[in-house]
């Protein structure tokens, strides 16, 4: 059973840095796609970026492109989200999944297999 664990969430004022961290454990990922999703209070939940943990491409959101950067550390098993100029519109619920045996960066919640719980990001004005 794959689990994710996301943690580095908190509170930062627009124009500030965060990084997030997704821990996972019970598998080794090899052939998998990773993604990191955002949810706002009363919006559906939103693609923010994913990547290919074999060969390190990555695809990102339009309105995070140029600012958050997705990378990986296969020594620790853990996926990260570096985000910086931070806008108040970033303000959501972060989460991390996993697609397994994917040679496809997903961008549809549907098609991801195990999620994490979520770490809440705040950007205050």
């Known amino acids: 059973q794959v689990q994710l664990v996301e943690s580095g969430g908190g509170l930062v004022q627009a124009g500030g840095s965060l990084r997030l961290s997704c821990a996972a454990s019970g598998r080794t990922f090899s052939n998998d796609a990773m993604g990191w999703f955002r949810q706002a209070p009363g919006k559906e939940r939103e693609f923010v970026g994913g990547?290919?943990?074999?060969?390190?491409?990555?695809y990102y959101a339009d309105s995070v492109k140029g600012r958050f950067t997705i990378s990986r550390d296969t020594a620790k098993n853990t996926l990260y989200l570096q985000m910086n100029s931070l806008k108040p519109e970033d303000t959501a619920l972060y989460y991390c999944?996993?697609?397994?045996?994917?040679?496809?960066?997903?961008?549809?919640?549907?098609?991801?297999?195990?999620w994490g719980q979520g770490t809440q990001v705040t950007v205050s004005s």
């Open positions: 990547m290919l943990w074999i060969g390190y491409s990555t």
């Open positions: 999944a996993a697609a397994l045996r994917s040679w496809l960066i997903r961008r549809k919640a549907s098609e991801y297999d195990y």
